[in-house]
C-alpha cells in the first residue's frame, strides 16, 4: 500500500514538474512577444511625439526609467567621492539603495548629477509602456 502511494506521489510530482516547466516555455514566449510590442509601441509613440493615450478602460504612457550605475572602471574613485560627501553608509547596503540615493541627489541638483559624480557614474535608460486602468 504505502510504496503504491510512494509511486503515485512520483508520478504526480513529475507530472507537476513537467507542467511548471511548459508554464515556463509559455511564459517565456509570452515575455518575448511582450517585448517585441512594447518596443515597437515606444517606437511609434515616440516617431508620433505621443507621450501617453487612453484605449478602452487602460491608459498608456511613455516612461523613461534610469539606472543609475558606477563606471566599473572608476568604482573605487565613486567610492572614495561618495564616503567624502557623506555617503559612507551607503558601502554597508545594496546597489539599490546607491541608485535611490543617486536618483535622489540628481533630483535636488537640477535635474543633474552632482559635479563630483562626473566620470563615476553612468545612468542608462530605458523606455517602457506604463498601463495602468484608466479612471
Not at 555617503?87 to 535622489?104: C, D, G, M, P, V
Amino acid at each position: 500500500m504505502a510504496e503504491t502511494y510512494m509511486l503515485t506521489l512520483a508520478d504526480k510530482l513529475k507530472a507537476a514538474r513537467d507542467r511548471k516547466a511548459q508554464l515556463e516555455d509559455e511564459l517565456k514566449a509570452a515575455n518575448g512577444d511582450i517585448t517585441l510590442i512594447e518596443d515597437a509601441l515606444i517606437e511609434t509613440m515616440t516617431q508620433e511625439e505621443c507621450t501617453g493615450f487612453k484605449r478602452g478602460d487602460r491608459s498608456f504612457s511613455l516612461v523613461i526609467r534610469e539606472f543609475p550605475a558606477a563606471v566599473p572602471e572608476a568604482k573605487e574613485q565613486l567610492y572614495a567621492e561618495m564616503k567624502q560627501h557623506g555617503f559612507e553608509h551607503l558601502f554597508t547596503i545594496n546597489s539599490l539603495t546607491l541608485q535611490a540615493t543617486l536618483k535622489e541627489l540628481k533630483a535636488n541638483n537640477d535635474d543633474s548629477l552632482p559635479e563630483w559624480l562626473d566620470g563615476l557614474v553612468r545612468i542608462a535608460e530605458k523606455p517602457s509602456i506604463r498601463m495602468t486602468k484608466s479612471k
